[in-house]
């Protein structure tokens, strides 16, 4: 059975950071490239960050120079370390794993910014 299971979540205050985990089981870990999305209220679904099998990284332009995507293959978890938090930045956030055509996510985390 395949899992992928967030945490790290929570309220914090503007200017702030939050490190989120993902920790996978049921899968190859190594093998699959690693993303973070996030969903606004209202908003689609957007991806946040990536991280391949080869460790390259890739942002959205909102994110760039205050979240930083890493992976741990040893211990088949990705994370996201997120500084200098918004407002903006308030949404769920899910994880997700991607190998050819095979995509799993997790149930997602709720990060909230606010004063």
């Known amino acids: 059975q395949v899992q992928l299971v967030e945490s790290g979540g929570g309220l914090v205050q503007p200017g702030g950071s939050l490190r989120l985990s993902c920790t996978t089981s049921g899968i190859r870990f190594s093998v699959y490239d690693m993303a973070w999305y996030r969903q606004a209220p209202g908003k689609q679904r957007e991806l946040v960050a990536a991280v391949t099998t080869g460790s390259k990284t890739t942002y959205v332009d909102s994110v760039k120079g205050r979240f930083t995507i890493s992976r741990n293959n040893a211990q088949n978890t990705v994370y996201l370390q997120m500084n200098a938090l918004n407002p903006e930045d308030t949404a769920v956030y899910y994880c997700?794993?991607?190998?050819?055509?095979?995509?799993?996510w997790g149930q997602g985390t709720q990060v909230t910014v606010s004063s």
């Open positions: 997700n794993s991607e190998f050819a055509t095979v995509s799993y």
